[in-house]
């Protein structure tokens, strides 16, 4: 889930599921928690930069592409660390900061093949409607449609999987601990029950934002010859990425606005994929997690803190 913040001042709190834990982001620090073997939960946390920050946080594409990365590279992070420590192949003090090539390898497959799946085949597979139907733009409207298809069955058939239905159960418990901290209420167990699984900035969700914000973005520019409609495609991912982190930062300020809540709703309809009741165990790892996040982040904040 992307960083959004609440409060005065406003703290950013965000985060994703990892391997049996919780991985959770603030401004200036990342936690993650991992349940061991043994049963016990392993927390480790580290500073991350101010790129976001400084004056690059003002021009609004660059920033979308960077708060993309970041979210990326963190995760990684955080997968890494937790596959570790849930087969028992590292303790607690097991750094957060390096990442192998093996990791950036797999992620740079990942995001190619992301990219291929969501933007190019659907283009693949529409291109001959282009010259069957007799307005071009009708053939962008069925990629687009295509598009979010593709997105909704690959979410749904991601989950029919047992390791992954674990993930999703982990993913509802961060969602439900942060929407807890939202809105003012201890962190226990009891309390972070009362809240759904989803939440309006939810980075799963991400997906469907961006195949909604690439229809509209590519509706205009028709259908030209293939060569030219695929490389559009692939040029404008930047472009589309950062449309959809700011459609979500924006669903995630104004979540109680009727407009934002109609406009989202598929996201939150998503979710329902996504997301799995989470047991007590593992609400317990999101906690550890953000408590450890809320810590860190006020070190930083007050280096004199204890």
Not at 19 to 39: K, L, N, Q, T, Y
Not at 90 to 97: M, S, Y
Not at 215 to 234: D, E, H, K, M, T
Not at 290 to 295: D, F, I, M, N, Q
Request: proline fraction near 8%; charge should be positive.
């Amino acid at each position: 889930m992307p960083p959004s913040g609440s409060g005065d001042p406003p703290i950013s709190y965000g985060g994703q599921a990892v391997i049996e834990g919780v991985m959770i982001r603030s401004p200036r620090a990342m936690a993650v928690a991992a349940r061991r073997p043994d049963g016990g939960i392993a927390v480790q946390a580290r500073p991350v930069g101010g790129l976001l920050r400084g004056p690059l946080r003002r021009v609004p594409l660059l920033r979308g592409v960077l708060a993309l990365w970041s979210m990326i590279a963190l995760g990684i992070r955080a997968l890494s660390w937790s596959s570790a420590i849930a087969d028992g192949r590292r303790e607690e003090e097991g750094d957060l900061g390096r990442i192998g090539a093996r990791a950036w390898a797999s992620a740079l497959a990942s995001i190619l093949g992301a990219t291929a799946i969501i933007f190019l085949l659907p283009v693949a597979m529409t291109a001959w409607l282009a010259t069957r139907l007799p307005a071009p733009w009708l053939a962008v409207a069925a990629e687009g449609l295509l598009r979010v298809g593709i997105v909704v069955g690959y979410v749904w058939a991601l989950g029919r999987a047992a390791e992954v239905r674990r993930l999703f159960e982990y993913h509802a418990a961060e969602h439900m601990a942060i929407a807890t901290l939202e809105r003012g209420h201890a962190l226990t167990v009891p309390a972070i029950r009362r809240e759904p699984r989803e939440h309006p900035r939810c980075g799963t969700a991400f997906l469907l934002t961006v195949a909604v914000v690439a229809g509209v973005v590519f509706l205009p520019l028709g259908a030209p010859p293939l060569p030219w409609w695929l490389a559009s495609r692939v040029a404008l991912v930047p472009l589309v990425a950062a449309g959809a982190n700011a459609a979500i930062r924006f669903a995630g300020e104004h979540r109680q606005a009727p407009l934002a809540r109609w406009a989202f709703w598929g996201n939150l309809a998503l979710q329902r994929l996504t997301t799995r009741e989470p047991d007590d165990e593992q609400i317990q790892v999101a906690v550890a997690a953000l408590e450890r996040a809320r810590a860190e982040e006020g070190r930083a904040q007050d280096p004199a803190r204890p």
